[in-house]
């Protein structure tokens, strides 16, 4: 990684300063870099990428935070390929594991084999929650027609009234271990279907070919970031985590344990929940507050197991697999290269997982991969896992948990800005909120309009 500026030889001034390296804070800093303003990025890791994170297992890069990109998300592809970074195909041929209720079944395609009651039930649900999500705008999910009666009721009371079956529900369950990182219980119906929408539908946003795990890059999803940050090279500076800022007519100073930098404006990329470990003064107004009390990041853990070669796909298996017993309930085959090593990713809930020492996670994981790929599992070369939720700066996955009623009285703070501050960060993406896609548009989306404000600022017309 590029040598970023020491905290101590921080400059004194820049036009704006961004907390954050992950994909917004750092495409904001690219963005107004480019139109010539003077940048400061502060982050408080002693790395970049946020949520975007590069480990190794078996020799290979692995990406123990986000890895899949999807045709339609133009904005991190065009930046991943002006970083030089390339994709490929996430491995899908065969056939799929499916273990639920202590059965394990295999099936071909996104449809497992199951009873014919039990298909049309999961059909007429999904087709339901992609009716309910195409009313809503993801921009201002709050002021939705029907927002008021989606954001009072949690996926779960949704799921009791139209009757899904225990198997929909099991399926429904794993679909928001994975989305939203917390049980269906614990979310807004209305903060699902904004996620519905904004991930293109129910079908984009769980299908491998054409969807949102279309393919991933080789390079890890963090290599971007690195990248991008050299390119922007002393204007980022790590191990810089921002305490406090304050704000009056003329500008902005943002204070780190050690320095602090006057600016004409900020922009925060944190997490909405990290929002609150930063002293702002003026205080944040009571809803922004909220919003970063009540929206939290889902839990997501993830582990990775190496095995000589992709056995699996000898058997005629996928690699892909949904289980709902145990701390695993996905799979996926991150194989390199058909020939080895072999690669099983596994999406592991936190909950049942990380408070584990690691020897015992992996006895975990190995255990459920053997019951899902049988004997040969039982022998991995090697091991590596993340749990995101033991992280400081990052403690939870890609979505934020908005319990039922904070969607609405607390969305609308999420990209108001509060004087010379404005906000970016996937959480405050309409369209592909939750995604290295929403975020690297927020970013964007940031710089532009404190560009705009520094025109007027300079006498230019916006
Ligand atoms: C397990 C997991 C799997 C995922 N899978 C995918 C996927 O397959 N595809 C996809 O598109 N997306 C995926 N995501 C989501 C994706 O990672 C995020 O949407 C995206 O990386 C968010 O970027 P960001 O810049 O908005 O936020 P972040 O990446 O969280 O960046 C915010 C930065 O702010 C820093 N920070 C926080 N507080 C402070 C402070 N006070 N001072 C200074 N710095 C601070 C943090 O350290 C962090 O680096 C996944 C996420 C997780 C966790």
Redesign the pocket.
Known sequence: MSKSRDVAAMPAYADVVI?????????AADRLSSLGHSVLV????D??????FTGEVAGVKV????????KR?SA?RNLAERMGCTTTPQFSQGRNVLWLAKRRHTYNGTIPKLSPATLVNMGRIQLALDKLASTINPDAPWASPRAAEFDAISFEEWLDRKRARATTRAMMTIVSKVEW?CQPSDVSLLHVLRTIRAFGGFDHMLDNEGG??DE?YRET?QEI?VRLAASLGDRVVTD????RIEQDDTGVTVF?DTAQVEATYAI????TE??L??DFEPALPEVAQGLARSWG?GK???AFVAYDRPFWRTNGLSGEAVTDTGAVFITYDVSPDPAGPGILMA?CDPRVFDTHPPEVRREMVVRQLTDLYGPHAANPIDYID?C?NL????P????PVVAPHAALRYGPALTEPHGRIHW??????GE?????????L??LRAAERIAARLRVDHGVLA
Do not use: C, Y
């Open positions: 907390v954050g390296a992950g994909f917004a804070g750092l495409s502060l982050e408080g890791r790395r970049v990428g946020g949520r975007s990406d123990l935070g986000a890895t899949w990109v999807s998300h991190i990182g949102m795990q991933r999803t970031a810089a985590p921002v305490r780190t925060v990329t944190t997490a990290h929002r470990g930063i990041l997501l853990s993830k999406f993340h995101w992280e400081p700066f990052a939870g996955g890609p979505n970016a960060g996937t959480e405050t993406a592909w909120t939750g995604s290295m896609n929403g975020a690297v927020t970013g």
